[in-house]
């Protein structure tokens, strides 16, 4: 299938942004830089091009269904949406540090779905439950809200390496602390919207709109770890290094709302095929 | 102000109350991940002591989530919120309402000097030129005569967001409101109907006894379709529904496209081979004609000249990979009789030559003088429909867009106030602008830069 081949180029082309990150960092030439974002563009650009091949391609095998349907596709769009959102903010605040730490995430997210033996990228017809108009809203709104959770989890890193000697590329804590918040807000938002669609979803599909499936349980740990780190910014003033614990803290319960309960047993376990 | 010295007031006003109980709900909710819950709890339950297991059932650590700690968690969140908002209240309204012209002096002290220009013009020409710069953008515009000969005038945007985390807040009581309601007076059950089948009433989800629905519910056929990968693709089940011997719908009813019928929701929720299945069995007596009977299991028919009566025992899909068989039992003068009857029973002889007469449990010809012989198993489905009413549901909904409207009035947009000072300087005008924002510094950072990129642009074309 032409749209894996693609899709493991595009793996490639990840990691090699992330090595010319680093020897933007290193070499401090903007020559390395240019090239780190023409090369992150250019796998943005075949990335797109390998999920709208995969589309097609269910249509031709007569399956047709967005590609957002298994564990495969999953990390897949949640690698595109991470690099979207990254290319969104190296535009806007015209520094290049943050590639080094969210490059190589969307490396291993391409890599895990390309390489670890469990997980099939065959288009796979839809089940029964999974046809339904809010898969894809429900999908592409969570997932966006993962990336937004990442992107701030990345920056809570570079919060916590910025004064070692290496990484003196690294903006300053003001500038981190707002990219931080304002991944957090997107994050929130996004994943507001995700567990509503989900809930709508739930609601046609297992009759009842909350179920304390694990996942769901999940969605609402991590978006309540959220609404604490805002609630405690807005009201309490939290900033920087507070916030930054808080984001790392989120994005570990966006890990598990993702991969940890498909070890609990529960309604969303489809996704372990 | 009495009110915050009412301590019952002041510990609900408290934001670290909202930051307690929401990190409360985090534990309780991961704990109801971890200890399996509601029936999944069964078998986890016998694996522990008897007195641990009966405690923590008291303390209802295998229902959390329906457990009274989390009533009382959304109970207390609930007043919480009611109190912080009812607190906020008036300080909001202020700001909200407020005549933004008074004690703005403040304002403009210590401002960074690009906030702070210097030109050629009068007070009065400058002061119109730049109220029509902020009437372009900004609402209220005002007026002011500050000290000495200073005008004032100011201008806001966004004063509404200032409601939007009461939205947001409204929607939470709304969302607990309405999933009290759901625990209270709703249900959630599940029967299963046989093809041809009626129902009536349900079992109601975790052994809570049944409940008898307003109307009757018919099956009248179910389907599996699967893809060619042996996956399933549609769950299909004709229904009708009857009352009073009426229909009053009829229709299918599939995965994801639930029927709701008198505030009632029926959905497809499993499906299973129904034991009676039919079998069309032939028989003949001594070489003569072969006549074919339909017969569910346990069901039974005389065999011509009252030689006898045969019973169908079993009635198996696959027996011992061998293909379709019932097992018959055959009762006559001479005593009883049971075998099996194979659909395949001509390839069952080819592939074990001698078969029959080793196991003559599996001789369709046991009962002489008679051949039977198994025609085919007609499949026969029942439906698994979950049937349950939720009165909270559309609070919920409702709770869900107010929810959105609130939080992008929240983060995207905040309430912005600009002032700008006009005032004699010696021979010049002095301009000072002072801005204040609810939130998001930055927003208002670049307002301001545009600002006075405009005011600059307005000053050079003036002075040419």
Request: charged share 15%; glycine share 10%.
């Amino acid at each position: 299938m032409t749209n894996t081949m693609l899709l493991s180029w595009v793996t490639f082309l990840y990691f090699g942004a992330f090595v010319f990150y680093l020897f933007h960092l290193v070499f401090g030439k903007e020559f390395w830089g240019k090239a780190a974002f023409y090369t992150v563009l250019g796998g943005l650009g075949a990335h797109s091009l390998g999920l709208l091949l995969r589309w097609q391609e269910s249509y031709t095998l007569g399956i047709g269904h967005a590609p957002l349907s298994n564990f495969y596709e999953s990390l897949i769009f949640f690698a595109w949406a991470l690099v979207l959102l990254y290319v969104i903010v190296e535009w806007r605040i015209k520094n290049r540090s943050l590639g080094v730490f969210v490059l190589p995430l969307a490396f291993l997210l391409m890599a895990f779905a390309s390489l670890a033996p469990n997980v099939s990228d065959r288009i796979q017809p839809l089940v029964p439950a999974l046809q339904s108009n809010w898969l894809t809203s429900h999908v592409v709104t969570c997932f966006m809200g993962y990336a937004a959770f990442t992107v701030a989890f990345a920056i809570g890193i570079m919060y916590f390496l910025r004064n070692i000697p290496l990484f003196g590329f690294i903006p300053e804590a003001d500038v981190l602390d707002e990219l931080i918040y304002q991944n957090a807000v997107l994050g929130f938002v996004f994943l507001t919207l995700g567990i509503m669609t989900g809930s709508v979803w739930a609601h046609y599909a297992w009759g009842s709109y909350w179920s304390w499936d694990p996942k769901e349980t999940w969605s609402l740990i991590t978006w309540l770890i959220y609404a604490v780190m805002l609630h405690v910014r807005y009201v309490r003033g939290w900033k920087g290094k507070r916030m930054a614990v808080l984001a790392i803290i989120g994005f570990a319960a966006v890990l598990f709302t993702y991969l940890g309960v498909n070890y609990l047993p529960g309604l969303h376990s489809y996704l372990q095929s | 102000m009495t009110k915050q010295k009412n301590p019952f007031w002041s510990f609900f006003a408290s934001v670290y109350l909202t930051i307690t109980l929401l990190v409360f709900t985090v534990v309780l909710s991961i704990v109801g991940t971890f200890i399996p819950q509601q029936e999944a709890a069964r078998g986890f339950v016998q694996g522990i002591p008897p007195g641990l297991a009966s405690f923590l059932q008291t303390m209802q650590v295998f229902d959390l989530f329906h457990s009274v700690w989390f009533f009382l968690l959304m109970l207390l969140l609930s007043l919480n919120l009611i109190v912080c908002s009812l607190n906020r209240w008036p300080l909001t309204w202020k700001q909200f309402r407020g005549a933004p012209l008074s004690g703005e002096e403040e304002l403009f002290r210590g401002l960074s000097p690009e906030r702070i220009f210097l030109c050629g013009e009068d007070v009065g020409t400058m002061t119109g030129r730049l109220e029509g710069l902020l009437n372009r953008k900004y609402r209220r515009i005002g007026k002011t005569q500050g000290k000495e000969d200073a005008v004032i005038i100011y201008g806001e945007k966004g004063r509404y967001s200032r409601f939007a985390v009461y939205v947001v807040h409204l929607s939470v009581q709304l969302l607990i409101l309405g999933a009290l309601m759901g625990a209270f007076w709703g249900w959630e059950g599940y029967v299963n109907i046989g093809e041809g089948e009626t129902a009536d009433a349900i079992d109601l989800k975790g052994g809570k006894g049944t409940k008898a629905l307003p109307f009757t519910i018919r099956c009248d056929k179910f389907k599996v379709e699967l893809y060619a990968n042996g996956a399933p693709k549609t769950y299909r089940s004709d229904l009708t529904f009857l009352k009073a011997g009426k229909t009053i719908y009829q229709g299918p009813l599939l995965v994801n496209h639930p029927v709701s019928l008198e505030g009632v929701q029926v959905y497809q929720a499993s499906y299973g081979s129904s034991p009676n299945g039919r079998a069309s069995l032939a028989f003949s007596r001594g070489g003569q004609e072969e006549k074919i009977i339909k017969v569910g299991p346990e069901e039974s028919f005389s065999l011509p000249e009252k030689e006898g009566t045969v019973q169908i025992v079993r009635l198996e899909e696959n027996l011992m990979q061998m293909g379709p068989a019932v097992k018959i039992l055959v009762r006559s003068g001479q005593g009883e009789v049971s075998f099996w009857v194979f659909q395949h029973i001509d390839k069952i002889r080819e592939m074990n030559p001698g078969v029959t007469e080793q196991v003559p449990m599996f001789n369709p010809a046991l009962f002489k003088p008679y051949l039977f012989a198994l025609k085919g198993i007609e499949e026969s489905y029942y439906t698994g429909l979950q049937v349950s009413r939720d009165p909270g549901a559309p609070l919920v909904a409702a709770s869900a867009v107010l929810m959105i409207m609130g939080l992008i009035g929240t983060f995207f947009s905040s309430h912005r106030r600009i002032w700008i000072k006009i005032q004699t300087a010696g021979e010049k005008t002095k301009i000072s602008i002072a801005a204040r924002t609810n939130k998001h510094p930055v927003v208002l950072d670049r307002e301001v830069r545009q600002l006075t990129e405009q005011i600059n642009i307005s000053l050079e074309k003036g002075s040419t």
